[in-house]
């Protein structure tokens, strides 16, 4: 079993937001594979369902980003999964919109949900899927107003894409084809797609 969890924060305010693109994310991994994630449990709103014959929970937790750690952790005791059985996908501002980068571990690259997430399980050896969420173009305006930003048109269209192409690499990172997943999907979507 893995846990797949998706990063953003609880309520309306928020949706369509740049930090929130995990929970996006996670909204179209559930439709997809026609998973329910609606119940309550693990400071979070999860489901269980299956993809391609493996047992997933589908996760986003309402603790807001920055104690994203606090409900990843109530579930992988729960579950007494060690950290590598969770796969975490988020927003990265380094990356330009949609960008997809796959890491099976790494740094908290300045992402405060991660911060919590390695500071609550004590490691930093899981799965993350990052997905660009680009820089301010105005460099007037601050990084947490940029990730708190509501998505344009455009931006949201080249997220679809990287949705397409998160629920493409997620069956083969849940068979443990890690290095075929970075190898195919890390960099997409491309611009002529």
Do not use: C, W
Not at 62 to 87: C, H, R, V
Not at 98 to 109: E, M, P, Q, Y
Not at 164 to 188: R, T
Request: aromatic content about 6%; proline content about 4%; charged content about 20%.
């Amino acid at each position: 079993m893995k846990i797949v969890a998706g990063l953003g924060n609880p309520g309306s305010k928020y949706d369509g937001t740049r930090h929130n693109i995990g929970f996006g994310a996670i909204d179209y991994i559930a439709h997809h594979f026609d998973i329910k994630v609606n119940k309550l449990g693990y400071k979070a709103l999860y489901g269980q369902g299956m993809i391609n014959g493996e047992k997933v929970i589908l996760i986003k937790p309402q603790t807001f980003m920055n104690l994203s750690g606090t409900s990843l952790i109530e579930a992988m005791n729960f579950y007494k999964l060690p950290p590598e059985d969770l796969i975490v996908i988020h927003d990265d501002i380094d990356l330009p919109t949609g960008k997809i980068r796959i890491r099976t571990s790494g740094s908290t690259g300045g992402h405060n949900g991660i911060k919590d997430i390695i500071l609550r399980l004590n490691s930093d050896k899981f799965i993350r899927i990052k997905i660009g969420a680009g820089m301010p173009e105005n460099n007037k305006i601050d990084v947490v107003n940029h990730v708190l930003g509501t998505l344009s048109k455009q931006e949201t269209d080249i997220l679809d894409k990287s949705a397409e192409i998160v629920v493409k690499a997620l069956p083969l990172i849940l068979k443990g084809n890690i290095s075929l997943a970075m190898s195919k999907y890390n960099g997409m979507p491309n611009a002529e797609e």
